[in-house]
């Protein structure tokens, strides 16, 4: 390197015209590689912003000095208010609320939202008006509740409690007098002891009540029937099975597969759920439905309705298994469903066990051959149990009367 270049580069740090041009102007940017605007040229905010600092709520001075309130921001009552709350509330009533309102100052109304600066301040904004039972102390009942001799009381006491019941009975007794009965007492002791008993027992933790938590939500779903009954696709389902909503509930129901399956578009990859559920009564009618949706919930209360929907009869031996050996195939999938005598149970794998005891089937022994595929299982059992043929139809076949040995030659006794 020549002797004027090495100057030209040690002083062309401390020169103004070495800055480049976007550095000097960064609106004139040439290589703008985001797709939003540059500071320079996105338009003022329409209002201004207002800080928290500019209300004086984080300034420790104005928090730690007290308010004096003024009489126009609390006035005393005029003789025309006084009069309009003589003919709504009592007398009584009227001293008790004027002596609330003097009890309170008025200097705490107006610093009580006041953000604290002192050293026992917590960290966090919180109310404290409302208990946690999970961070607070649990509310217990006092020791002084606490009975060494309190026992139940025996069945003679009890009889005695009754017959006097009876004894006072009036002629015409009401609601209040079997509220009395209701209520009495079961034990000997102190009345605390019943009624509200010293535990060291840690309480139960209250439902969440927050309406954006998901478990709130489905709380409050389970409770309510009328959202479920508002529901169209529910109000399809008990159209078509012709049944009410407490006794679609009744039915046994299993998610027997769950899985996400992705469909491959233009857009790029839709990403879904699937289930796979099964349904029955217990006495011989059960269903199997899918269900598949972007979302969770959706696709499982598909799969549910249409699990209901789909129920069939399926015809069972003595009400606990099958006639006789059935066999099934979907796909690479077969499998045979065997018959088996009483007290032998249902020796098989968990997809065919849900579905048995969802139709009631209490006897049965099951082989999957080849494939082991879920979705093909659960279709493939649910071919096999259609596929029955009982002894009547065999008979009917054949061109052959059937006789059942037992009712005939042990009077029905085996």
Known sequence: ???PHSLRCIFAAATPLSTPSYLRNPSRCQ???????????????KYPNIKASDLGLTSPNTSNTAITPTEAEFPAYTPAELRALKKKYTAQQLAALQAGEASISPTDLLNQAAIRSDPMMVKYLDDFSTRRDVIDHPLRAPEENHDP??????????????????MNLPDNPGMKDYIDLIENRIT????????????????????????LTRSAVKAAGD?????????????????????NLQGIRKFRQKTLVEHRVVNQTRM?????????????DGKGMVGIGEGKSTEPEDARRQAEINAVRNMVPIRRYEGRTIFGDVKGKVGATELVLMTRPPGFGIRCQHLIYEICKCAGIEDLAARVTRARNPMNTVKAT???????????????ARGKKLVDVRKVYYAGLV
């Open 223 to 243: 409770g309510s029937e009328d959202d479920a009954e508002k529901d169209p696709n529910m109000q399809r389902l008990m159209k078509q099975t012709g049944l």
């Open 188 to 211: 000997v002791g102190k009345p605390e002891s019943e009624l509200n008993p010293r535990s060291y027992e840690a309480p139960e933790i209250s439902k969440l009540t927050d309406p």
């Open 382 to 396: 649910m071919q096999a149990l259609l596929n029955q043929r009982t002894p009547e139809d065999i008979a009917r």
């Open 149 to 166: 001799n309190w026992r139940f009381k025996t069945s003679d006491e009890l009889a005695d409690d009754m017959s006097n019941w009876i």
């Open 1 to 3: 390197m020549s002797r």
């Open 268 to 280: 790029g990859k839709v990403q879904s759920m699937y289930y796979l559920n099964v349904a029955g």
């Open 31 to 45: 290589r703008h590689l985001h797709s939003s605007p540059t500071l320079q040229s996105r338009p003022p905010p």
